[in-house]
């Protein structure tokens, strides 16, 4: 049974950094795309960021020049640098696998999902 993890959420000022990870038990991990998205109440599930099995990249353009995705396969880990965060920013994060190992944008085409971890951000 495939679990994902994550953890990092917090509540910080606006301005602050935070930095989210998704552990995975999936193995090879390397062969995973791994996507971040965020829900806020009221609202739909919005891409944020993805990373494909070669390490490319992918960032809705609200987070584009803020956030940084990258990935520890050593440790089966995927990494969400948040910066400059700002209220609007405040949702639940969730992180996905893509068997496939792409970097998409839509959440059908990743088959697990984790719990989400809470972000809040206030000015």
């Known amino acids: 049974q495939v679990q994902l993890v994550e953890s990092g959420g917090g509540s910080v000022q606006a301005g602050a950094s935070l930095r989210l990870s998704c552990t995975a038990s999936?193995?090879?991990?390397?062969?995973?795309?791994v996507g971040w998205f965020r829900q806020s109440p009221g609202k739909e599930r919005e891409f944020v960021a993805a990373?494909?099995?070669?390490?490319?990249?992918n960032y809705a353009d609200s987070v584009k020049g803020r956030f940084t995705i990258s990935r520890d396969n050593a440790k089966n880990t995927v990494f969400l640098q948040m910066t400059s965060l700002q209220p609007e920013d405040t949702a639940i994060y969730y992180c996905?696998?893509?068997?496939?190992?792409?970097?998409?944008?839509?959440?059908?085409?990743?088959?697990?999902w984790g719990q989400g971890t809470q972000v809040t951000v206030y000015s």
């Open positions: 999936v193995r090879p991990f390397k062969d995973y795309g």
């Open positions: 996905a696998l893509d068997h496939a190992g792409n970097y998409a944008r839509f959440s059908n085409r990743y088959q697990y």
């Open positions: 990373i494909d099995w070669e390490t490319s990249t």
